[in-house]
Each structure stands twice: as structure tokens, then as C-alpha cells.
């Protein structure tokens, strides 16, 4: 798979990211995220653990298994990584960043 093809999947990614932050969301999303030249900000699970002070890697796995916050799997099985969206993280724990 070329660079291309994997640039194009990660924004299709984005997209449907975007679209499911909206439709959970009881109001109208934020101007930011209505915008398709916004991106959305992708963080693994180790930099999500970073990014909140005392919030823990296994913490945030725990969110992701209840569905609390919005995440994409990037591969299969124990190699895949979880990709969290750094706003519906924030959101989810109240923080602004």
C-alpha cells in the first residue's frame, strides 16, 4: 500500500469520525468539527495518558472498551492500535485544552 492510498484511508477515517462525534452529540457540534478542512486530532493511548495528568494508559482503554470516548482500531488483534479522538477525550473528562 502506497503512501497515497494510506493518506486517503486515514481521511476517510477522519470523516466518519467527525460524523459520529456529531450525531452522539444532543446540540449542534462545535464550528470546528462541522468544517471538513478542520482534522480531527488522533492520539494513541500512551499519548493520552500523557496529555491528562493522572490519567492512566489502562484507564483509557477502559473508556474505549465502554464506548465512553470515540477511538478507530488501526489493525487487528494485539499489534492493532486504538486511536483515540483527542476531543471526545477532553469532552468526555471535562478538560480544555
Known amino acids: ?8 484511508i486515514i ?9 459520529l462525534i456529531e450525531s452522539q452529540s444532543p446540540e449542534p457540534a462545535p464550528q470546528q468539527y462541522q468544517s471538513e478542512t478542520q482534522h480531527l ?3 494513541t493511548v500512551k499519548e493520552c ?3 491528562v495528568t493522572g490519567l492512566s494508559e ?3 482503554r477502559q473508556l474505549v472498551a ?5 477511538y478507530v482500531r488501526a ?6 492500535k486504538i486511536l483515540v479522538s483527542k476531543a471526545s477525550l477532553l469532552n ?6
Do not use: C, F
Open 11 to 19: 481521511s476517510q477515517i477522519v470523516l466518519l469520525l467527525e460524523r
Open 1 to 8: 500500500m502506497n503512501l497515497t492510498k494510506k493518506q486517503q
Open 66 to 70: 465502554q464506548g465512553k470516548i470515540a
Open 75 to 80: 489493525g487487528s488483534g494485539v499489534r492493532g
Open 92 to 97: 468526555y473528562l471535562g478538560v480544555t485544552d
Open 58 to 60: 489502562h484507564t483509557v
Open 49 to 51: 495518558a500523557a496529555l
Open 41 to 43: 486530532e488522533m492520539l
